[in-house]
C-alpha cells in the first residue's frame, strides 16, 4: 500500500465520512450544501459522464483494484479517500454495496417553461422516491421534453438516484412553487394541459391526439391531482381499467401517459 494511501476504520471522524451520512439522511443538509451523496460505480460513471462535478470519492481497497484506472481517467485529480470494508458497510445505503462512494455538487437549476409544441409533464406532489426515480427514467427513455415538479420527494432522495438511473442528471427539469401559475404558462403559451384522472367519464386516455403537444399532470400517489388542479386544465384523460379496478401505481400511470404522449413521435424517428 503506498504511503499516501490511508484506510479509515469504523467509527473515524472523518469530514468527509460524516457529510456524506449527512447527505445521504438529510434533505434540509443536501439544499443547505448544495451537494448530495451517490453509491455505486454505474451511478457515479454516469453522473461524470453527464457533466456532474465531484468533490471527493470513497472507494475500498477491491473497488480500487476494480474501478481505480477507470476513475483516474474520468475524474482526473478528483479527492479520494481510502475506506475498509467495515467503514464501507457502515456507509452504505444499499444491502450489495460495490465499495464505492461519491460526495457531488448538485445539478445547476434549468431554465425550462411551457412552450406550444412541446411534451412535458407535471408531478404534482409525488412523494415516493422510487416512483420519482422511476417516472424520470421512463420520461428521459420517451424523449420528453420536460419534467415540472411541484412539491415532490427531493430529487436527491438516494431511492430516486438510485430508480432514476441517472436520469436526472440529463432530463430538462424544473422546481417549480406555483402549480396554478404553470396553468397558466401553459395557456399563455398554447400548450394544452391534461389531467391524469380515475374517472370513467374522463376521455379514455388512448383517444387524445397528443401530436401537437401537450403537458401532462400527473397528481399524488395516493390523493392524486386536487380537484382544483385537475378542473383547471384543459382536459381530463384517464386509464380504462378493469372493473374491479380503481387505481394504479403513480410511476405506472405516468409511463402510460407518457408513452402514449410519444408515440407517435418515435415511431417517425
Known sequence: MPQNEIFLQPGTANQTVRSFRHLNRSRIYREKQRLFAMEGSRLIFDALRSGVKLRAVMLTAHAKDVLGERLAAEAPGVRTLMLSDALADEIADTESAQGIFAVAEMCPEQVLSPEAGM????????????????????????????VFLYQCVDLYNPKTLRSSMGALFRLPLLKISDAEAFLADCGAAGLPTC??????????????????????????????????????????????????????????????????MQRGNLSHE
Request: hydrophobic share 45%.
Open 119 to 146: 411534451h412535458a409533464v407535471l408531478l404534482h406532489c409525488v412523494q415516493d422516491p422510487a416512483n420519482l426515480g422511476a417516472v424520470l427514467r421512463t420520461a428521459e427513455a420517451l424523449g420528453t421534453d420536460g
Open 195 to 260: 389531467a391524469a384522472v380515475v374517472d370513467r367519464d374522463a376521455l379514455p386516455l388512448q383517444q387524445f391526439d397528443f401530436s401537437g403537444g401537450a403537458a401532462v399532470l400527473i397528481g399524488n400517489e395516493g390523493n392524486g391531482l386536487p380537484r382544483s388542479i385537475s378542473d383547471a386544465c384543459t382536459h381530463r384523460l384517464t386509464i380504462p381499467m378493469a372493473p374491479d379496478s380503481n387505481s394504479l401505481n403513480a410511476a405506472m400511470a405516468a409511463g402510460l401517459f407518457l408513452w402514449e
